[in-house]
């Protein structure tokens, strides 16, 4: 098996992007005139950018074997089912 | 087939790693503990907004009730905790054990594992205090965990204007508020409880080094994930 060598990521450059995509996100949600469904998508879209810059570079997942990926990931999917068959249970 | 090559890799500490998932067993074993909490955080997390957007009569609007501007500055806080707390891993990945030591040529001085670590329980302290702070002004202005207190300043405003304020669900929006910001919030303070103790008996002693620093990982993936459910948790209870 041949063993990739990995450098340390800029840890400063990635608090950078969070704090910049959080002044983006507060401005967005109080300032803005963006249509409510918009808004939504937008700020969960940053916000999900915000959690895999964390859980990339700062847990350091993007370095890790797959194996271990899929220990974080494999409750993601349940998680959604679980909301996602709420709602619709909800809807219908 | 490739030949094994052997390679230095920053990003892969020199520990003896279990076989199966490649890494030592107390590393799984908060990885295995981060993925139940990933469980414990939808769980409140999608009742909020199975209750918000199941309900027909209005939520509160962002800025109405919560302080968005003063909550924002704690989530700063947090991400520079989390960055504080990343410095102190690779300080003691390189052998950094000091608390500052002056570098030839420059102005500011390079930090060690003393030094990141005590930012990260400052910042994370700092952080509590904020919401502990917020959570007395919400209380004192009438936003209780079963919704606004009667004869409250807040009562006066939901009844004057029901829809910026969500007069028919401030019951909901308590209970979802406190239960979510609570339980994050007790996170947060096991993991400056965590880390003091650490400092206090690994790190003050020296007992980390460059060959081992498995508990700064471990506490570190801990610390990291509190500050990940936040950012979420900010986006949809403060801002959406």
Redesign the interface.
């Known amino acids: 098996m041949e063993t990739v060598a990995h450098k340390r990521p800029n840890y400063v450059a990635i608090w950078g992007y969070l704090f910049v995509l959080t002044v983006i996100e507060v401005a967005a949600a109080l300032m803005s005139h963006i249509p409510k469904h918009w808004l939504i998508l937008i700020l969960l879209f940053l916000a999900i950018w915000k959690a895999l810059l964390v859980a990339m570079y700062f847990m350091h997942l993007r370095f890790e074997r797959w194996r271990l990926r899929v220990v974080f990931m494999v409750p993601l999917p349940l998680a959604a089912i679980l909301v996602l068959a709420t709602i619709t249970e909800k809807i219908w | 087939m ?11 500490p020199p520990f003896p790693a279990e076989p ?4 030592y067993s107390s590393k ?1 074993g908060m ?2 503990f ?3 909490d ?2 414990f955080f ?2 409140l ?2 009742t909020y ?2 209750l918000r ?2 309900v027909t009569e209005p939520w509160a609007q ?2 109405a009730v919560l302080n ?2 003063l909550t ?1 500055f704690n ?2 806080l947090l ?2 905790s ?2 504080s ?3 102190a891993y ?1 300080a003691i990945a390189d052998g950094k054990k000091y608390f500052l030591r002056a570098v030839p040529g420059k102005t500011l001085r390079d930090g060690g594992l003393k030094f990141w670590l005590l930012v990260t329980m400052i910042c994370g302290a700092a952080f509590v205090g904020v919401q502990v702070v917020e959570y007395i002004k919400l209380v004192g202005h009438g936003f209780t965990p079963t919704g606004y207190r009667e004869g409250s300043l807040l009562a006066e405003h939901a009844a004057a204007n029901a829809v910026r304020y969500g007069a028919a669900t401030g019951g909901l929006y308590g209970s979802t508020f406190f239960s979510m910001t609570g339980f994050h919030g007790f996170h947060v303070t096991c993991g400056v409880i965590s880390m003091t103790y650490l400092y206090v008996t690994k790190v003050l002693p020296e007992k980390y080094s460059a060959q081992d620093y498995r508990g700064i990982e471990v506490i ?2 801990y610390w ?2 509190v ?2 459910v936040w ?2 948790l ?3 209870v ?3």
């Open positions: 490739p030949h094994a090559t052997a390679t230095a890799d920053l990003m892969r199966g998932a490649g890494v799984l990885w295995v981060l993925a139940s990933v469980m939808t769980a997390i999608g907004i199975i957007f199941g962002p800025g968005v501007p924002a989530t700063f991400i520079c989390s960055v707390m990343v410095k690779a570190g993936l990291h994930f500050d990940l950012i979420i900010f986006t949809i403060y801002l959406i």
